[in-house]
């Protein structure tokens, strides 16, 4: 029997990648999706596999997941039979104490713990009976950084399978509003471009990513095994030069300062650049184009000193000098002229860059160390805890110092804790082709200081996470969270004061930037400030040592446990069903390359094969499996403000309908951000007779919606191909301000799929048959898989998704379209294009002006029934004829 392995990664807010060699006729991923949720830059995502073995035998199945280095995981579930099987966060040494009693009893262990780029690795197995399915579910939480300017979410997606039911849901909330939201990567060109719809309102941004099977088998990067390629998010806030953005809710707040428009501060930058014999070959090249163009980007009010070193130290100048254009010339002459040679003095090397430094005192400056190097010292002063001495003693806090380590051969620890205690980072550089740009992209991060001696203050506050910080930088972003002193808001009174050139500035206008929750069951900040405050008593255990260094990794212990992050200090321990062994999941270190314990299974691919989550079949074990994983307790995603919406907001991690046609249509495709056309009643409006129906058009770049009210329980088109038999239509109910009671789709004149809010029915020439359960459903060209709440259409490369939601205890339905082809000639609703208008008066009345005419408006609102909680929008009201650009008439149809 062939042995089958499936892998899925995920990254940077978010990585998912999947990768398996499958026999289809053993096992099948019927449903793979990935649910993201970030609210206030807290990165919460939910990964959802659902396996089902196709053999007549007993498989073991194995889930193996990557995430994120700077993410916890929380929470790790798995139901089989009905059974949920839950992980549980323990202490490491007592969860490696269950693992190692297993190993020592024979049976096979499958823990691999690995740390690359950017990932690590968790991985666990079960054993699933003939015939039956296991459903996995990863969570895991992450604080999205600040970098250049943005936040970005990516998605690595490589299922070397096409998956009937894959999804990506990125939700985003920002109290400050989202100032620009795009999607990058080869995910979102060409063939896929379509399977892709960008949302964005105001303080909400949604984007969702729904290949469908055919699609994942025909776009530039796909083939049978799937899609192979990047899905990027990336957006920013709003900012002013306030004090920011503060969040409270029961006791806990979480503050993020990052102001704009400021001016920049001049630097007085060292580069301390190892040129010893171990930097041979492409590493020296690497180092030599990189340091000429960040050479090139200096300002001309910087001071800068370039020091090379091996055994020996080498200037170029022996003092700081002005980036004038003929001194970086003949800095880049230097540069070019570095060679490769000896052993390495790191202590040496790094006490003359601060001896630069500080002979150079300039006000009004901010003052920068870079260190980098690819390897331990070898020569000189050699012991680690003495030059990390030395260097603390010569900064003496004056200026933070950034260590980058180049390749694996360097002691990273070592680096980190140098950069820690010196107020900056460590960043490890990777030995690629790109390793050029890596250096550049670092330096671009630190190039332009806009504060120094910043220090957060916050009276009537406590446990507070780190309050002061060096310098700020321009694109970046300072967080702090802690907790509100007796929960009394009204004492509670934050404020930043740092230095801005010459000038000591305060920030203290809280007035239009602090917002509570309202509620105590919203433990989304609570979370956060556990987070931060984990990360950083790691950060300080390594720094320290004896008494003080047990104390902290007690309290940072103790907090991992309480809320449930697997973290260096603490590891998960998954339950099993009877007969099977429990597995253990460690977080690994920085550094530490790849880890294993005990025993690999052999059909694990090794070297630079894919790794991430893999779901793998193999003859049933003897003893039993083994390996690593964890959990928490339930906590509301988004952050709710009520029980009820908390509870509503749950809904987004729901198991879903599925409804797939494999209609042989066009493979041409284009960008296309999709209307979603949604409805509800007017926030304030008493329902009326005859009914009235609210309608959402959403806008591309627009600062409102535009909506519309229909009247009546009529029949609507929502979407009809006139070049393919693919038409939507749909019934209103008879609920004032309800939705549709019936959608029927017609995929050719004798095969149509009718939706109620209680079963399918599917027509197949003269063939009927009414579905209400799960089981899979199959005639002709359509397929469906019926989930809880919504019901997923794919006809070749058209997708669309049927949400059911309820109001005032009715149930209604609501169509989105996820994708449409290339062709221009779709009619109906849902293709209306994102309208476009422009503002061209406010008083006494406002009016709009779209396509060249002049059309009054009024402020109001509406839900978005597009989603799966829908948040209510506000919109500019207009008729129907007016938004819709042409007669209402035109969409009215007389039979469904």
């Not at 006791?251 to 501060?265: N, T």
């Not at 700020?472 to 930043?496: K, L, M, R």
Request: charged share 25%; proline share 4%.
């Amino acid at each position: 029997m062939e042995r089958a392995v499936v892998q899925i990664t995920l990254l940077g807010l978010l990585l998912a990648l999947v990768t398996t060699l499958p026999n289809k006729d053993d096992w099948d991923i019927y449903s793979f999706h990935i649910n993201s949720t970030v609210s206030s830059r807290y990165a919460t995502t939910v990964i959802t596999s659902r396996v089902a073995n196709r053999m007549d035998a007993s498989k073991e199945i194995e889930f193996h997941v990557q995430i994120p280095k700077n993410a916890f995981i929380s929470k790790f579930r798995m139901f089989i039979d009905g059974q949920a099987y839950d992980g549980i966060v323990k202490e490491k040494e007592q969860a490696q104490q269950q693992y190692t009693e297993a190993v020592s009893r024979g049976e096979s262990a499958g823990i691999v713990s690995s740390v690359g780029r950017t990932m690590e690795e968790f991985k666990t197995s079960v054993t699933i009976a003939a015939h039956k399915k296991v459903t996995f579910e990863l969570t895991y939480e992450e604080l999205l950084k600040r970098k250049l300017g943005k936040y970005e979410l990516q998605i690595h997606a490589r299922p070397m399978q096409p998956v009937k039911d894959f999804k990506v849901d990125v939700y985003i909330h920002e109290r400050a509003s989202i100032n620009f939201l795009e999607v990058k990567g080869r995910l979102s060109t060409n063939a896929l471009a379509n399977a892709i719809t960008k949302t964005h309102a105001d303080k909400q941004a949604w984007v969702y990513f729904y290949p469908t099977e055919d699609q994942q088998k025909t776009c530039d990067s796909c083939g049978e095994q799937g899609l192979n390629g990047d899905l990027v998010i990336v957006y920013d806030v709003n900012r002013d030069n306030s004090l920011g953005d503060i969040k409270t809710s029961d006791g806990y707040f979480v503050h993020h300062f990052a102001p704009s428009s400021l001016p920049r501060i001049p630097k007085n930058v060292v580069f301390v650049i190892d040129q010893s014999g171990s930097m041979h070959g492409r590493k020296i090249q690497q180092t030599r184009i990189a340091l000429i163009h960040i050479l090139g980007d200096l300002a001309e009010d910087d001071f800068f000193g370039l020091i090379t070193f091996d055994s020996a130290v080498f200037h170029w100048k022996r003092e700081l000098v002005q980036a004038t254009q003929a001194n970086v010339d003949s800095a880049k002459r230097f540069a070019q002229g570095i060679m490769d040679r000896g052993a390495t003095d790191i202590n040496k090397a790094v006490l003359e860059g601060a001896y630069m430094l500080n002979a150079h005192p300039r006000e009004g400056s901010a003052s920068i160390l870079i260190l980098l190097t690819d390897g331990d010292p070898t020569t000189g002063v050699t012991n680690l805890e003495a030059i990390h001495s030395n260097v603390r003693q010569a900064i003496a806090g004056k200026f933070p110092l950034y260590c980058l380590g180049f390749g694996f051969d360097v002691n990273f620890e070592f680096l980190k804790k140098m950069s820690l205690q010196n107020s900056g980072v460590a960043r490890r550089i990777y030995e690629d082709s790109d390793a050029d740009l890596q250096l550049k992209g670092f330096y671009e991060e630190v190039a332009t200081p806009l504060l120094t001696d910043v220090t957060m203050i916050y009276i009537g506050g406590t446990n507070l996470t780190q309050t002061n910080f060096s310098q700020y930088y321009n694109g970046s972003e300072i967080v702090v969270a802690g907790q509100i002193t007796d929960n009394d808001i009204e004492t509670f009174n934050p404020q930043v004061v740092a230095i801005s050139g010459t000038k000591r500035v305060t920030f203290s206008d809280t007035n239009a930037t602090t917002e509570s929750t309202g509620t105590s069951s919203d433990s989304h900040i609570q979370r956060v400030w556990a987070y931060l405050t984990v990360k950083q008593l790691l950060e300080k255990e390594l720094q320290l040592s004896g008494q003080e260094k047990e104390q902290v990794k007690k309290e940072a212990l103790e907090l991992s446990l309480k809320y449930s992050f697997v973290t260096p200090l603490t590891s998960m321990v998954v339950t099993k069903p009877p007969g099977e062994d429990t597995a253990v999941l460690h977080k690994p270190k920085e550094g530490g390359g790849v880890s294993s314990y005990a025993h690999r299974p052999s059909s694990f691919p090794r070297g630079g094969g894919s790794s991430g989550y893999m779901h793998r079949l193999s003859s049933f074990p003897v003893g039993g499996a083994s390996g690593y994983v964890h959990h928490s307790p339930s906590f509301p995603v988004g952050g709710a403000k009520k029980a009820r919406k908390q509870k509503t907001q749950s809904r987004i991690w729901d198991t879903e309908f599925l409804l797939i046609a494999g209609a042989d249509l066009d493979a041409d495709y284009q960008d296309y951000n999709t209307v979603a056309a949604t409805m509800s009643s007017p926030a304030a409006t008493q329902a009326t007779v005859p009914l009235s129906h609210r309608f959402l058009l959403k806008t591309e770049n627009q600062s409102l919606p535009l909506c519309f009210d229909v009247t009546g329980n009529i029949r609507l088109k929502l979407l009809h191909y006139p070049n393919r038999e693919l038409s939507m239509n749909g019934e209103l109910d008879s609920v004032a301000n309800g939705g549709f009671t019936k959608i029927i789709i017609h995929f050719k004149s004798d095969q149509h799929v009718e939706v109620d809010t209680s079963e399918i029915t599917v027509r197949d020439g003269e063939a009927l048959t009414r579905h209400t359960g799960e089981e899979l459903i199959t005639a002709g060209s359509v397929t469906v898989i019926r989930r809880n709440k919504e019901v997923d259409v794919a006809a070749g490369d058209v997708r669309i998704i049927i949400l059911t939601h309820e109001k005032d205890g009715k149930e209604f339905l609501w169509p989105v379209l996820r994708q449409q082809p290339s062709a221009n000639n779709a009619e109906g609703i849902l293709a209306l294009k994102p309208p476009v208008y422009e503002e061209v008066q406010q008083t006494p009345l406002t009016k709009l002006k779209i396509k060249d005419q002049e059309v009054d408006v009024t402020r109001s609102s509406a839900a978005d029934y597009s989603v799966v909680s829908p948040p209510t929008l506000d919109c500019w009201l207009m008729s129907a004829d007016s938004a819709l650009q042409t007669r209402l008439d035109d969409f009215i149809v007389t039979q469904l």
